[in-house]
């Protein structure tokens, strides 16, 4: 069974990092790029970052650039993003995804999704 989980979200105060994780089961990825995305209540969900599977090269939303770093470590079949300076904007639900076709922000190129974990900021 082809499956995304993410873990890692909860609350922290603005200015704190919190680090999240993404594991695959079911399948490798090695062969995707893949992409975080959030999506605080009220809005449509919005692309973070995302490491594409050939080169490991990196793409990050204006919002997040120089604060969230992403990365692979595709021995754990597992994809990280380390998020410091959080401000209270952050809040969100926050999804990776895979892609066959690179590093792009693009919602629709996305196939497998995960359910999400919740980060709040918050003093």
């Known amino acids: 069974q082809v499956q995304l989980v993410e873990s890692g979200g909860g609350l922290v105060q603005p200015g704190g990092s919190l680090s999240l994780s993404c594991a695959a089961s079911?399948?490798?990825?090695?062969?995707?790029?893949i992409g975080w995305f959030r999506q605080a209540p009220g809005t449509e969900r919005e692309g973070v970052s995302c490491?594409?599977?050939?080169?490991?090269?990196?793409y990050y939303a204006d919002s997040v650039k120089g604060r969230f770093t992403i990365s692979r470590d595709n021995a754990k079949n597992t994809v990280y993003l380390q998020m410091n300076s959080l401000k209270p904007e952050d809040t969100a639900v926050y999804y990776c995804?895979?892609?066959?076709?690179?590093?792009?922000?693009?919602?629709?190129?996305?196939?497998?999704w995960g359910q999400g974990t919740q980060v709040t900021v918050s003093s």
């Open positions: 490491i594409s599977s050939s080169d490991g090269s990196t």
């Open positions: 079911g399948f490798t990825l090695d062969y995707y790029a």
């Open positions: 995804a895979t892609n066959r076709y690179g590093s792009s922000l693009l919602r629709g190129i996305y196939d497998y």
